[in-house]
Structures are given as C-alpha cells and as structure tokens.
C-alpha cells in the first residue's frame, strides 16, 4: 500500500458528504484531499541544509543564507512547502475561521514532531491586538491539534508578543531584525520548565525568519536544549 492510500484510509470527523481540504470535492474515499490536490503539495524531507534544514541536492551542506547569518533556531521540520493548496489551507484556517483545518495540518505535522517525542509545544504568540480581533492564535490551534495526535504537552504562554510588529516581508533582513527586537518575553517560571528541554516552535507558516529567531533566542536564554520550528509550510527560495 502507497503513502498516498495509507493517507487516505485514515478515519475522518468531517460531516458527510466528505470534502477535499483543499479544493472543496466530494471525495470518493477516506482522507483529507483528493488525489489531485494531494499531488499538488510539495511534501519536504526532514533533511537538508544542516541548519536550516532548507531542501538542498547534496546532504551535510549549509546554504548560502545560513553561512552568512546562522540562524537562532535548530532546524525548521515542515510539513510541506508553500504552494496554492497549502497556502490556501493556511488562509483559510487564520482569516476563514475554518479551525477544522489544523487538524488537517497537525496530521502532517505530527510525523515531524515524532522525531522528539519529550519536546514542549511552543505556539508563537500573537500581540493582545491582533488576537483580539482575530478571536484566536491559529499557532495555538495548530500546536493543540499536534498534541492531541502525539500526547506532547503544549505550554501557550511561554512566549507573549508585547510589541506588535510591521509585516516583515519587505523588509531588508537588517530592518527585520530591528522590527522584532524586543517584540517578544518570556512567561514567569520559564526557565524552570525550559531547563534542558527540547522545543518545537509551532506556527502555521514559516517565511523570513526573524519571528522565529527572536523566540529562539529567548527559549535558548532560559535554557531549552534545542528549539527546532514546526511548521505547516514553508516558503522555499526561487532555485532559478
């Protein structure tokens, strides 16, 4: 039996018809996306650069990016890279409200979080703004999903964002890091709970970096032992 059939043999909670996750189809078998849209995501290896973990064609090579500026975390483990349908799935979970989907994501996600059964799910937080009006923190929903698939534990306020911060895509990688710096603290007790621990860093989507370096860095102050992003996707520099 193929990945894709063992994937599509897995029990479901979505009301019946069945749908496709991704375009919306009645599927004609268990699972979360039909064989087209299952095609489309570009599923990624937990190898790659050594530091990054950025797909590369030859094992044990860091990337140009990471030997210029070494980033704070481990490694990033996603499930998939950004594309149409996982682009969309992650839309539609932080602005369509579709909560249902993390599910969908954690399933993914779950089998990268297996490499460290004993690590601590550490959503990235958003600021008190933005959550407010989002009603949620799809990070936390994420990671809430991961543990109920994996038993690890998640703590949500480890990390709290006490500053809110520009979106970081234009921005030159200097101004990112002056954007986030200070954007971020640690709860009270954390270096009790991080001392020697392994962390995943969950998000939905990972981009630039900067977001997670910062809270890398303050996990790795307090004491964690590695802290790795675990992510849905991620977005892949243009190989052209």
């Not at 749908?19 to 087209?36: K, N, P, W, Y």
């Not at 900067?210 to 860095?217: D, E, F, L, Q, Y």
Request: with cysteine; aromatic share 8%.
């Amino acid at each position: 039996m193929g990945w894709f059939d063992r994937w599509a043999s897995l029990p479901l909670d979505f009301a019946l018809p069945r749908h496709c996750a991704g375009c919306g189809d009645i599927l004609e078998r268990q699972g979360f996306f039909c064989a087209s849209c299952w095609q489309q995501l570009d599923h990624l290896p937990d190898t790659g650069c050594t530091l990054c973990t950025t797909p590369m064609d030859l094992p044990g090579m860091i990337c140009a990016p990471c030997l210029s500026a070494p980033p704070e975390h481990d490694g990033v483990l996603a499930a998939v890279a950004y594309g149409d349908v996982s682009r969309d799935l992650a839309l539609r979970l932080k602005y369509g409200r579709k909560l249902g989907l993390a599910r969908v994501m954690a399933q993914l996600m779950a089998s990268r979080a297996a490499a460290f059964p004993e690590a601590l799910l550490v959503p990235v937080p958003l600021h008190r703004w933005r959550l407010w009006s989002r009603g949620f923190n799809q990070a936390l929903v994420i990671a809430r999903a991961i543990e109920a698939q994996t038993g690890q534990s998640v703590s949500p306020d480890m990390l709290r964002r006490q500053k809110r911060t520009a979106p970081l895509g234009h921005l030159t990688p200097n101004a990112r890091r002056k954007e986030v710096a200070g954007a971020f603290a640690l709860a009270a007790g954390a270096r009790q709970q991080l001392s020697g621990r392994h962390v995943f860093l969950v998000d939905d989507v990972y981009t630039t970096g900067a977001t997670t370096n910062a809270c890398a860095r303050l996990l790795k102050k307090a004491g964690a032992a590695s802290v790795r992003v675990l992510c849905w996707s991620r977005a892949l520099r243009d190989k052209s």
